[in-house]
């Protein structure tokens, strides 16, 4: 009894660690469009202090290819367009160069 208290103990805790870490560091997703190739970099999310669980599944669910984004939407203030508004984080309207590689 007091060796699967023990298991539990730790299992709960290694979910809350898994949950309360940030975007993976080190991983980045692409995809390419008219403007030029879009990354996403775990790091620089990481490096803000971003979790996973605040943008997905809020924001973004976790299948992949799941979500249309166009800039539109991103500018209307959804998906990316939610923190990238010019107060939390940098405003995409402008910056294309900073999400855009040639």
């Not at 879009?38 to 979790?51: C, N, P, Q, R």
């Not at 992949?64 to 939610?82: F, L, Q, R, V």
């Not at 402008?94 to 999400?99: R, T």
Request: some cysteine; proline content about 2%; charged content about 25%.
């Amino acid at each position: 009894m007091k060796r699967s208290a023990i298991a539990a103990a730790a299992l709960a805790v290694m979910m809350m660690a898994a949950q309360a870490m940030a975007v993976s560091a080190g991983k980045s997703v692409e995809w390419p469009t008219s403007m030029g190739k879009v990354t996403f970099k775990g790091d620089d999310h990481a490096g803000k202090g971003l979790k996973c669980n605040e943008c997905h599944t809020k924001i973004f669910k976790m299948k992949k290819g799941s979500t249309t984004m166009k800039m539109a939407d991103i500018n209307a203030g959804k998906y990316c367009g939610e923190c990238h508004n010019g107060k939390k984080a940098f405003k995409p309207a402008g910056n294309c160069a900073k999400c855009h590689k040639k």
